[in-house]
């Protein structure tokens, strides 16, 4: 297989083969990649002033999801861009300038893969000739010189893989001598999150209390009106709502179809008794989503009242929410049995609850621990 360099010639190297906006290049030959096919100039590192171009961010587990095209209907491909699903775009490789038609296509990722990618020589084999390209909602791209007589018969299809588009690499000076696309090889059978590293440690959580407060949940006030000492008791329930979420890009980019799972320690709220609750590591093998639920809690009041005597009551519970950024490793499991992995940021955000509790006294809550109460009367 052709080795390409690892390496991307910089500066004045660009400067003199006129290559304009230097993009920094990845490795577009050791990847995830599918059978890669350079149509084209047949040995373009022999010619003067022609030097090798890659783009890809597969390293970052990015895709392409957009490819802008430069080119003359009778000599072929001129210039191309690439574009990616955080935003980002290569330098341009090529000399947009010197094309009489431009064209442009972006697809949104997770839900649009890509069917079918064509190339084609120019005819003449000194450059990249024509791109054709199907998207599985139906589009085409079809940009180059493919109608040309001397080109028309010699269609290259690409092996496009799980469809997925990881980058563009290949030869250019004032125009693209030879060019190739990078596809992920094989569907994705799963996808896991590992070794997470978080901003902040527990015990920095926990000296801070940061996101723990405690909340009223619910109040009663009884006034006993008898001449004799009562025994005034009051149950009820409550519901709290709790959530999870992971927000990582890497569910966003692969589709919602493919698992995402946790398997690591991930620093959460640990529940003790009664309304106790702290930061603490726990094992986990869970499915990244988001998990929302109501849980009921009941509360219990309890409290001897004097004749005439009027007592407060509260239910009171602490509650955690935090926002807790992390870096973890993202490991894509392919289903021919290889892997990639990286490096990403996200936020894992949390709402919990601890138990509820009750506190009664002989005269009304002030200042924070106020809350309007609901009046009983013996």
């Not at 990649?33 to 030097?51: C, D, Q, S, W, Y």
């Not at 955080?86 to 330098?91: A, H």
């Amino acid at each position: 297989m052709f080795r390409f360099p690892s390496k991307l010639l910089l500066g004045a190297a660009f400067a003199a083969t006129a290559l304009l906006d230097i993009a920094i290049a990845g490795d577009c030959s050791n990847g995830p990649f599918a059978p890669l096919h350079m149509i084209g100039m047949r040995n373009p590192e022999t010619h003067k002033g022609v030097v090798p171009f890659c783009s890809t961010l597969y390293d970052v587990g990015v895709p392409v999801t957009g490819l802008d095209v430069w080119y003359d209907t009778r000599e072929g491909i001129n210039a191309i861009q690439i574009q990616y699903a955080n935003g980002d775009r290569s330098g341009i490789f090529g000399v947009p300038g010197s094309s009489p038609e431009h064209q442009s296509i972006d697809w949104e990722y997770s839900k649009t893969f890509i069917d079918s990618f064509s190339l084609w020589g120019n005819g003449g084999g000194e450059k990249l000739g024509n791109i054709y390209m199907k998207l599985t909602d139906g589009r085409e791209f079809d940009v180059g010189n493919k109608h040309d007589t001397r080109s028309k018969k010699t269609e290259y299809p690409i092996d496009v893989g799980a469809g997925v588009m990881l980058g563009f690499a290949g030869w250019g000076a004032d125009d693209i001598k030879q060019g190739y696309a990078l596809f992920l090889k094989s569907q994705i059978d799963h996808i896991t999150m590992t070794d997470p590293v978080f901003d902040d440690s527990p015990e920095n959580l926990n000296a801070q209390q940061k996101g723990i407060e405690m909340q009223v949940v619910d109040s009663y006030d009884h006034q006993n009106d008898l001449n004799t000492t009562i025994n005034w008791s009051f149950e009820t329930s409550v519901d709290v709502h709790t959530s999870v979420t992971t927000t990582t890009s890497v569910t966003k980019t692969y589709g919602v179809a493919v698992s995402v799972n946790w398997e690591a320690s991930i620093l959460a709220f640990s529940v003790g008794g009664g309304v106790d609750m702290s930061y603490e590591y726990s094992e986990t093998n869970e499915k990244v989503e988001t998990k929302e639920q109501d849980i009921t809690r009941t509360i219990t009041y309890e409290a001897p009242i004097g004749p005439g005597k009027h007592v407060w009551c509260q239910a009171r519970a602490k509650s955690g929410k935090s926002d807790l950024g992390y870096t973890a490793t993202i490991n894509l499991l392919l289903k021919d049995g290889s892997s990639w992995s990286w490096k990403e940021h996200g936020v894992y955000s949390q709402q919990a609850w601890g138990e509820t509790s009750s506190h009664c006294q002989y005269q009304p809550f002030t200042g924070s621990g106020a809350r309007r109460s609901i009046a009983w009367h013996a």
